[in-house]
């Protein structure tokens, strides 16, 4: 058995291949087998790597691969001033501490496409990533109530290191889906488990589309993390959101 061989046998695919390649650049720049070694042992970390990168954007169902270079700040002057806040997005702090972000705008300021963005930037970092409509997650919760797999459905929403929760707000929800939706919420704040909401709906309407104040009140306040907001021009969120910060994505 070659060497080639037995570095596939050890699940050492890209050693494998570039062996041959790792032993001529040894040879020509009077590497070390230390340095030969290493040189190959890092391009099968980085292959690893690529590999689990693109296994999270498999799971994600993010479908697009953008970065934020492809966000239009000059679209709208409060994208500009606010532009400082969006990229501190893409630190992905907020992922360790638990935080959520909510992003709220009118039908076509871009919160979608920024949820997205954010969510290949987690995927990139080799988080576990979930993107998912608002009325497609609960449309899977309420039919698995019917199956008795709702258990197995509710670790499926609550167990990616980041959830992005789209357009909620387009239709007004019942009771029994308004208390789906906070258990998501409450079980991911419990976990420390981040989500991105993007709605059309400011905060003070909330309670319009979840059956009732009270399960707005609980979702938006709920304990475990900051909230930061992405509002639209028309009106600003109540600042007594805990750790609340506006943007205007415009």
């Known amino acids: 058995m070659t060497l080639a061989e037995k570095l596939d046998r050890l699940r050492l695919p890209t050693m494998s291949r570039q062996l041959d390649q790792a032993l001529q650049h040894a040879a020509e720049k009077n590497l070390s087998p230390a340095a030969a070694l290493e ?7 980085e292959a690893r790597n690529g590999r689990a990168v693109q296994r999270r954007f498999h799971f994600s ?12 700040f000059q679209h709208h002057k409060s994208r ?27 039908p076509g300021t871009g919160k979608t496409f920024l949820s997205k963005i954010i969510g290949w930037r987690a995927c990139q970092a080799n988080r576990r990533v979930l993107f998912t409509t608002a009325m497609d997650m609960l449309n899977q919760l309420t039919a698995s109530q019917v199956d008795h797999s709702l258990v197995r459905k509710l670790k499926f929403y609550t167990d990616p290191a980041l959830l992005i929760c789209d357009e909620l707000g387009y239709l007004a929800l019942d009771q029994q889906t308004s208390n789906l939706f906070y258990q998501i919420v409450s079980s991911r704040h419990g976990l420390h488990h981040s989500t991105i909401i993007t709605t059309n709906t400011v905060f003070s309407e909330w309670g319009n589309i ?14 475990g993390g900051e909230l930061r907001s992405l509002p ?16 205007d994505t415009g």
């Open 39 to 45: 040189w190959l042992a890092d391009l099968e970390l």
């Open 210 to 223: 979840l059956h009732n104040t009270t399960i707005a009140t609980a979702i938006v306040e709920s304990p």
């Open 80 to 106: 500009l001033q606010n532009k400082a806040r969006i990229l501190r997005l893409l630190d992905l702090d907020f992922l360790a501490k638990g935080t959520n972000v909510i992003l709220v705008g009118n």
């Open 232 to 247: 639209a021009r028309r009106r600003q969120p109540s600042q007594r959101q805990q750790g609340s910060a506006g943007v």
């Open 61 to 72: 169902r993010l479908h697009t691969q953008h970065s934020i270079d492809a966000f239009l």
